[in-house]
């Protein structure tokens, strides 16, 4: 189907909002939910949901809503995080310290396996999360070694063009950029920049301007 | 107007984009931009841009596009951020660390003023980008001191909410909430919760299931 290669952005947003909520109900045992129920903990309203599970298939059930396990396992599909998805780090500074230990990756599915820095001090020494620091020659070796499908990027903002290409050159299709500067990089590789301030905007034009 | 507080959530946050890109634009000496142009550097489409400044009054010359100059200066006057923002740091931790030195935050008109911890052994040191540390029983006395509008919480998940209440009791209206936690506020009083892991489910879609 055409369709379901047009699926917005924003409806891959809300769907990952969902699956978080629909995580949570299942952990507290909630096994059925209205779609209602369902919409206001998620912030959105019933007809959004309906609307951005249709570019996906049938979910839910007229009169009763949503089974939350069901629909938690078919998102988390949908999503393409059916599976762990293994991690690389490069740039071992603070964020990327800060992003290895943050415990909500490895409950969603996300499991940092290596660290890279160019630092030969770093290199050789382990993070107090357990993953290994690696010197960036290595990500050739361990790329593939290690299955990692994701190089999260936290360099300086004037390495990162090169760590880029760098995990790219190894065999990594997916980039997460978090360093404050456009990377290019070759077609079929897909790259998505980070920028933190960006919450910021959101809170500062709720505070100020209402 | 009733109309200007029923702005979608997704239109705040394309205008955050706007004015990055009409920033860049300014900086490299870009005075006058199409709408075409400016959608297609945004990632969006000319007419959803139209639609989103709507919102806010009359942008924009027919036949000609847009100043860049003056839509970046209302664009961030409808965001409230047109006067520099000033920020409190409450955890002094690895993510701390990372957002108090991100050179974006004063790019965008944020400014990090002090930071607070309940480890005594920081308190009275100065972080590497020059912000000294405080205990946090400080912020009832800083907080109007230093006019610090916003609380960017980092501590772990145990403390968030102490550190909240305590930002609160000191006067601070907005939060932003770091940790991987929920914390309640009154009413009268904005929290955001930043997930980081929501920017991987977008880039795991597109890598595993296209």
Redesign the interface.
Known sequence: MAKT?K?P??T??R???Y??VLKDLEKNGIEVISSAELAEICGVNAAQIRKDLTYFGEFGIRGVGYYVKELHFDIRK????NQK?NLGLIGV???G???A?????S??G?NFVAAFDADKAKVGTTLPCGIDIYHIDKLKQLVPELNI??AIITTPASAAQDAADAAIKAGI??I?NFA?VQISVPDGI?V?K?????????????????
Chains 1, 2 share one sequence.
Do not use: Q
Request: glycine fraction near 6%; proline fraction near 2%; charged fraction near 25%.
């Open positions: 290669l699926v952005e924003a891959i947003k769907l990952s909002i699956m978080r949908v999503l393409g995080l998805r500074g603070n964020l310290k800060a992003l230990s943050y415990r909500n990756f409950d969603h996300y499908e994701i299709k997916g997460l404050p897909r998505k980070v920028d933190l301030t960006t919450e910021f905007d959101n809170l500062a034009y709720h505070l100020f301007t209402s």
